[in-house]
């Protein structure tokens, strides 16, 4: 594997921060052999594969006020074998007392199917990212130094959840 990345932040006005970024990833080299289990030097399947994806995205923190901040984002990536994808993901921050904070949070995401996954892939389904829609509602408190409570809630949505099915030959 190669690949790496590049970001850039500005500060655009006074209360606006943006941070520009790309990466890239080139899996080159993807190998899966299969063995005998009688004859451990026979091969009996052999995959090869390579694997290249890239993204860019764009985030920006804006200070409505000295305690309230809005911080909003959208990320593209292209995989290959699969559609590309945008998800975005925003929050508002407020601090209603100094130490404390109080977050709520929507986001999008996505998960490619990994070499395994795509060699076991039945020809007969197109591969697709698995997606989660995320909604959160989160306070913390500063407690002491090394202290800190936190009250969690959310919802997640998950589409087309990859998982592996077992092979009706018995093969795998």
């Given at each position: 594997?190669?690949?790496?990345?590049?970001?850039a932040?500005?500060?655009?006005?006074?209360?606006?921060?943006?941070?520009?970024?790309?990466?890239?990833?080139?899996?080159?080299?993807?190998?899966?052999?299969?063995?005998?289990?009688?004859?451990?030097?026979?091969?009996?399947?052999?995959?090869?594969?390579?694997a290249?994806?890239h993204?860019?995205?764009?985030?920006?923190?804006?200070?409505?006020?000295?305690?309230?901040?809005?911080?909003?984002?959208?990320?593209?990536?292209?995989y290959?074998?699969v559609?590309?994808?945008?998800?975005?993901?925003?929050?508002?921050?407020?601090?209603?007392?100094?130490?404390?904070?109080?977050?709520?949070?929507?986001?999008?995401?996505?998960?490619?199917?990994?070499f395994?996954?795509?060699?076991?892939?039945?020809?007969?389904?197109?591969?697709?990212?698995?997606?989660?829609?995320?909604?959160?509602?989160?306070?913390?408190?500063?407690?002491?130094?090394?202290?800190?409570?936190?009250?969690?809630?959310?919802?997640?949505?998950?589409?087309?959840?990859?998982?592996l099915?077992p092979?009706?030959?018995?093969?795998?």
């Amino acid at each position: 594997m190669v690949g790496g990345g590049i970001a850039a932040e500005q500060d655009v006005v006074e209360k606006l921060r943006l941070t520009l970024g790309a990466e890239y990833r080139d899996d080159f080299r993807q190998e899966r052999k299969a063995f005998s289990e009688d004859k451990p030097d026979i091969i009996i399947g052999e995959n090869h594969r390579t694997a290249q994806n890239h993204g860019v995205f764009l985030n920006g923190e804006y200070t409505i006020r000295t305690n309230l901040h809005l911080n909003a984002g959208a990320r593209y990536d292209q995989y290959q074998d699969v559609d590309p994808t945008a998800n975005p993901r925003v929050a508002l921050i407020y601090n209603p007392v100094p130490a404390g904070t109080l977050k709520a949070i929507y986001g999008t995401a996505f998960r490619a199917p990994n070499f395994f996954e795509r060699n076991l892939e039945s020809h007969a389904r197109a591969l697709v990212l698995q997606t989660i829609t995320t909604y959160e509602l989160l306070y913390q408190q500063d407690i002491r130094r090394h202290f800190r409570a936190t009250l969690d809630g959310y919802y997640n949505e998950t589409d087309d959840l990859i998982s592996l099915q077992p092979d009706p030959a018995g093969y795998s």
